[in-house]
């Protein structure tokens, strides 16, 4: 693959990556205790949870074209974090008896819905309303297809270098996908600051700043990839 | 669409249940979940306690790293031609070690740092709660790296996955975590945390810290937390990673890549489905708090 087509698929997935860890639904640790909305854990955490899955489906995919690769990480990591936001709605429900609500919308964008009257008095909402959880779809099929294009990319980089056994070049080529996805989830979670209930959070403006970092930071990325494939070369070029 | 190799994907699926109810059960007992900020504010509220507190590190990157270090030395054993079986329980078993030693330190430093809040260290309260730890963190590394195992064996000539053994331990290790966390967290931190506080609410911000410290006869303990939430949250967290697993690999077993793509799309649209309707019984059931 030529240098210009890995940086740019790096730098689109790295891109996608943190654009939809900005959609995804959580809530940190006051979720967990039904103080916040949102899924209770970390955000880049729960990304990475989500795009490593998508990374797996994305990658049983191999030989197929970008686009394909790209489409089975997107629906990896969209089961991962539907079946997860289910699973914790069933805990807030039946578990703890609480009646999933965002504290950030009054009416629910998505179902029309009242939320305020739902929300307990002296908290922030809590469980994972219609609209986090179609908002934490959109995260994963942003997220996973962008962990798939790097994944796709960089393999296609080390593709027919000397002295790699096909076993020996897939290890290396998931540990530097895995590498650029949690670089590019943590970006994004530190431009969020904290918990963010999805895109109609007032905290998603800060999407663009968030998406920009993630293009420079894989970019820089992508010209490591580059230089990588480039050192590991033995003298006489690709085989 | 070949039985072999459904069968395995099952064998897998089953194996991630059993793996993701005793990783719960296990960070739950620990309290390496979100809930651990309560367990840590306690003190300084007032609330002295005799829960174990490891949480250094989140759950997704713990089990990352105990499942790595299982699966590498699985890893290493089967390239010398040991037994499967024998591989993988001598790997989980170097991971539970190293996890009860990382139990045993991050409780002490934890605990310690909160004497300047007269909490005592209670050396009982860490001891009895290692052997359940121990126990549930084996079954949970034994189940990654079997189902790990099970997708690099090659079946028909042919192995389900191109990735290595050590490196799919580490992300289902990850996954299984963020799961976890995600999940059954909100069983201890929303209800067993909080248990002499009235069912059917959100906890407030303002009753943060006050946690459940008695228990039916006694002190509230770590076991007790376990106890809890193995009847709930535990095994939903297993069903939730079992079906990841198992979804994961039999979509393309059964419809091929594209009608797997596909299948995969439609699972998703069905799981919304599903929520939609659980949030309306929800509402309909337990109604508003206020008008």
Known sequence: MDPITLLLLIMIGGILIGGGVHFIPVGGAPAAMATATGVGTGTAMLAAGAGLSGLVTAASMSGQPFYIIALGGAVGAMLMIALTMVTANLIYVFGAGIVPSSAKVEIDPITGRNQEKYVTPGTEGHGIPTVCFVSG?????????????????????????????????????????????????????????????????????????????????SLVMGAFVYLLTIGVLPIGGVA | MDPLTLGIVALMGAAATIAGASEDIETDIGSESNPNSQVQLAPQMGHL????????????????????????????????????????????????????????????????????????????????ALGP??????????????????????????????????????????????????????????????????????????NQGDITTKAELGAKNSIDVGNFCAKFGGPLTGICFGFLVFFSFWITVVFGLIGGLIAGLVIVLLLLFINERLENFARTKYGPYKE
């Open chain 2, 49 to 128: 306690h005799r829960f174990i507190n490891k949480a250094v590190a989140g759950e997704p990157v713990a089990y990352g790293a105990w499942a790595g270090i299982a699966g590498t030395i699985a890893f290493v054993l089967l390239n010398l031609h040991i037994m499967p079986i024998l591989a993988i329980t001598v790997g989980a078993a170097v991971g539970t070690l190293i996890l009860v030693v990382y139990t045993i330190t991050s409780h002490m430093g934890r605990i310690v740092s909160q004497s300047q809040f007269q909490q005592p260290l209670f050396m009982d309260a860490l001891l009895e």
């Open chain 2, 133 to 206: 730890i121990a126990g549930h963190g084996f079954i949970a590394l034994f189940c990654i790296v079997g189902l790990s195992t099970l997708i690099v064996m090659p079946i028909n000539g042919t192995p389900l996955h191109i990735f290595p053994l050590p490196l799919l331990a580490v992300i289902w290790g990850i996954t299984l975590g963020a799961i976890g966390s995600s999940t059954g967290d909100v069983h201890y931190g929303s209800e067993s945390e909080y248990q002499h506080y009235p069912f059917g609410g959100g906890i407030p911000v303002a």
């Open chain 1, 137 to 217: 779809l959109l995260g994963g099929l942003l997220g996973g297809a962008g962990g798939g294009l790097v994944y796709y990319a960089i393999s296609e980089g080390f593709k027919g270098l000397n002295g790699f056994t096909p076993e020996i070049a897939g290890g290396l080529v998931a540990i530097v996908a895995v590498g650029i996805f949690f670089i590019n989830s943590v970006i994004a979670s530190y431009n969020i600051g904290g918990t963010i209930e999805g895109f109609h959070d007032p905290k998603f403006k800060r999407i663009g700043s968030g998406i920009i970092s993630c293009g420079i930071a």
